[in-house]
């Protein structure tokens, strides 16, 4: 019996038909009034709890892992985030950009309006030289056609190597002076900017409330944001688009196992080309939706491929094999 990724790759060479969003059951294209905001407020709770438990705790040996993990529950809130930038947290628009704003983009430092311009820019212009994402994933940049190079470059991104780049963007609009196109103002960026202070402050003093530690914002909060929830972030966005061939294949899904679906690819962000495919259908009906895909030889020009750590190693064996003999 062939396998979902067999199949997809069958349906590829023969050619696949597109499946349009209106052929879609309507199911498949309803978004829930509950499930997004119940995904949010289960992402808070867990992340107060974590740094409750570390704060009470008292050991030092447990910082470093309450850091961690509440990097990666920091993942998931960009990750749920990106949903609400589709409309997916709930049907009224009103209150879907006031639970991503407040709720999620706010906290994690960026203005809203800013970052929903730049992602609608990478859905539009993928692989092209005004992609806003462009940044992370194409192999030509900062030298990553050398794989030792690309590997550091993904390793620095969680040791605060994106630190710089991301306080450009939120002051200018481009993360890299060369590289990144930029993204213009827009009417709402004071107040996204002001939404950004407020939700520190509420942070800051929300933590020292939680354990009775000043500190406790600056290390459980904004240094695992600026280290490995960033770097979760940034590997997992590279990842669904680098490539090393020639020309390069962009779109990338996984099938990953839990530890990645927790740390890396959250809310079903596995499914990264059904959802560049079709975007209207919520993140948790996307395994419904690659299943359909495949079934109607309709999974187009992605590729459904293994695990992240798997894509890592093939796009290293990619980039040896094409680097010129020494």
Known sequence: METAAQVAADATAQGSRRLRSQ????KMRAISRWRGSFDLAWTWALIFVVVWSTLANGSFWVVPLGLVVVGALQ???LVLWHHAIHQNLHPARRINDALARWGLIAPMGQPFGLMHRAHMRHHLRVGQADDSDRWY?????????NPARFRRWLLSSCVGGLLIPQVRKVLTGKRDRDFDPGMPTGPGDGYDRFAVLVAQAVLFGTFWAL??????????WA????????GFNTLRTALEHADGETPPRLYHS????????????????THHWEHHLLMAVPYYHMPALRRLLVENNAY???QLVGSYRERLAVITMQLRSAAPPS
Request: aromatic fraction near 18%; avoid cysteine.
């Open 223 to 230: 240094l695992p944001a600026a280290t490995v929830g960033a």
């Open 75 to 77: 993942n998931r809130m």
């Open 254 to 269: 996984f099938r990953s196992g839990p530890l990645e679906r927790f740390f890396i690819a959250p809310f079903h962000m």
């Open 211 to 220: 354990g009775g530690a000043w500190w406790a914002y600056f290390v459980l």
């Open 23 to 26: 052929e879609l059951p309507p």
């Open 300 to 302: 187009g020009d992605g």
């Open 137 to 145: 994933y194409d192999l030509g940049l900062f030298g990553r056609r």
